[in-house]
């Protein structure tokens, strides 16, 4: 039997993109994840998250990976419609990944702060017969979506690292990073406005914005 799991990374983050990992691997094999010491994706060192992806790649059928950018994120959080925002997407992407992968059955970590109905938005975009086990920590709990952690972990820490070769160091890139705020700000006071990178959605880019607009309505 084939069996998925499915995690995200960089969710909370107002820069840079959404990466949502799925991975494939045998019944037989699973032990093998936990044998290797894969645990959740935050509860390990970039060095040993970095050393072993390689090692989990090996033991898959299948692995999937979907970066969301940024502008279709703020399309989500700016929806009208009820239950059709951030978590809905994140149903979606996870959706696209099973497809991709044809598990038996799907371990995913639940976004919703009700598993079922995330499991559930999930299963209504399928295009296949999937069983979903939709928990919260799930990748706390099961090796697979663990794993699936230290993939969509990996692969968003380089989309970072590009960006602070491009941009400079922001910080964490999360909402209670002071030097996030401080390059949210720079990068406004630079351009007028947010380069693509930049989730315009969030609130504390809306904030920099709204103060930006604030200290030139003084100056005028």
Same mark, same amino acid.
């Given at each position: 039997?084939?069996?998925?799991?499915?995690?995200?990374?960089?969710?909370? /983050?107002?820069?840079?993109?959404?990466?949502? !990992?799925?991975?494939?691997?045998?019944? =037989?094999?699973?032990?093998?994840?936990?044998?290797?010491?894969?645990?959740?994706?935050?509860?390990?060192?970039?060095?040993? +998250? =970095?050393?072993?992806?390689?090692?989990?790649? $090996?033991?898959?059928?299948? *692995? *999937?990976?979907?970066?969301? &950018?940024?502008?279709?994120?703020?399309?989500?959080? +700016?929806?009208? +419609?009820?239950?059709?925002? %951030?978590?809905? %997407?994140?149903?979606?992407?996870?959706?696209?990944?099973?497809?991709?992968?044809?598990?038996? =059955?799907?371990?995913?970590?639940?976004?919703?702060?009700?598993? *079922? +109905?995330?499991?559930? *938005? #999930?299963?209504?975009?399928?295009?296949?017969?999937?069983? #979903?086990?939709?928990?919260?920590?799930?990748?706390?709990?099961? &090796?697979?979506?663990?794993? !699936?952690?230290?993939?969509? $972990?990996?692969?968003?820490?380089?989309?970072?690292?590009?960006?602070?070769?491009?941009?400079?160091?922001?910080?964490?890139?999360?909402?209670?990073?002071?030097?996030?705020?401080?390059?949210?700000?720079?990068?406004?006071? =630079?351009?007028?406005?947010? &380069?693509? /990178?930049?989730?315009?959605?969030?609130?504390?880019?809306?904030?920099?914005?709204?103060?930006?607009?604030?200290?030139?309505?003084?100056?005028?």
């Amino acid at each position: 039997m084939l069996v998925a799991g499915v995690d995200e990374a960089g969710r909370g /983050c107002v820069i840079g993109p959404l990466v949502v !990992a799925g991975v494939a691997v045998k019944t =037989e094999n699973l032990q093998l994840l936990t044998e290797l010491g894969v645990k959740d994706s935050k509860l390990l060192t970039a060095k040993k +998250r =970095e050393a072993l992806y390689p090692e989990i790649i $090996k033991l898959t059928e299948n *692995h *999937h990976i979907i970066k969301v &950018p940024p502008y279709q994120i703020d399309k989500a959080v +700016r929806s009208a +419609r009820t239950l059709h925002k %951030l978590n809905r %997407l994140e149903a979606q992407t996870m959706a696209k990944i099973i497809d991709a992968l044809k598990p038996d =059955e799907a371990y995913v970590d639940a976004a919703d702060v009700l598993e *079922h +109905r995330f499991g559930n *938005h #999930i299963s209504e975009c399928l295009t296949i017969k999937t069983k #979903i086990i939709s928990q919260h920590k799930a990748d706390r709990t099961f &090796p697979v979506v663990s794993a !699936a952690s230290i993939i969509a $972990k990996v692969e968003r820490d380089g989309e970072i690292a590009n960006l602070k070769v491009k941009y400079g160091d922001f910080g964490s890139g999360y909402l209670t990073d002071e030097k996030t705020m401080v390059f949210l700000k720079r990068l406004l006071d =630079e351009n007028g406005d947010y &380069p693509s /990178c930049v989730r315009q959605s969030w609130k504390p880019a809306k904030r920099a914005k709204s103060e930006q607009g604030t200290v030139q309505k003084k100056l005028a």
